[in-house]
């Protein structure tokens, strides 16, 4: 595709159950990043993918919180016993490996735990 | 300790006119800062990036400034226009990742 895809747009869950959000980063591009944004705030660092590795998880919350890119592409978020304050747009990014700075954003997934 | 904030958290501005968005940044070890556009229910888009041995970059109706002697970035739109009506963040990167501020909600009035 020709942008950052997130899949799904909206999900809303009950506290205690299992989420995943995808991720599909733009072709070609090596470094996928993942952020969280609560209402009114900037976005908020998880986990960084170089390749299928994750060269940085020091923005996960707790252990709750897991992420994976196997083949280097597509990843997945994964929440386990959401809480009320998982709540927040989780937004995923990719880049160019050795590019600065300029991420390239989707539109974010949208949770919402009940 | 480290933070990227912003001094404003809203900005209204007259169509046509001028804006300038405001942040500062704490830790003089940051080496590139970009400015983010987002507008509602999308997410952030890439405008401007600068170094930390630049003090100016200039782009489409954009420029940034960088004073890093009061660590201070400021992003500059010139000609304002409604489409411009969006929340802007600062970002400061050291290695990865890039660290964001709160953001400046900046409303265009017709």
């Known amino acids: 595709g020709a942008g950052v895809s997130q899949t799904p747009s909206n999900k809303v869950t009950e506290k205690g159950k299992y989420v995943e959000l995808r991720c599909d980063p733009i072709?070609?591009?090596?470094?996928l990043y993942w952020y969280r944004q609560s209402l009114g705030q900037g976005p908020e660092f998880l986990i960084y993918f170089q390749g299928t590795g994750a060269a940085d998880d020091s923005g996960l919350p707790n252990d709750r919180f897991f992420a994976v890119r196997p083949e280097g592409s597509v990843s997945t978020l994964k929440i386990q016993r959401t809480e009320r304050g998982d709540s927040a747009v989780y937004l995923c990014?990719?880049?160019?490996?050795?590019?600065?700075?300029?991420?390239?954003f989707g539109e974010g997934s949208r949770l919402t735990v009940l | 300790g480290e933070s990227v904030g912003l001094h404003l958290p809203t900005l209204s501005v007259q169509e046509g006119d001028n804006s300038i968005i405001n942040c500062a940044y704490s830790n003089s070890a940051s080496d590139y800062f970009i400015w983010y556009k987002q507008e509602s229910g999308k997410g952030p888009q890439f405008i401007i990036d600068i170094r930390s041995n630049m003090d100016k970059r200039q782009g489409q109706r954009v420029t940034v400034l960088l004073n890093k002697t009061v660590k201070h970035l400021s992003l500059q739109i010139a000609a304002t226009q409604p489409g411009d009506s969006a929340v802007y963040f600062c970002a400061e990167k050291r290695i990865t990742p890039l660290v964001f501020g709160k953001g400046t909600r900046l409303s265009v009035i017709a």
């Open positions: 990014a990719s880049g160019v490996a050795g590019n600065t700075g300029e991420l390239f």
């Open positions: 072709s070609g591009h090596t470094a």
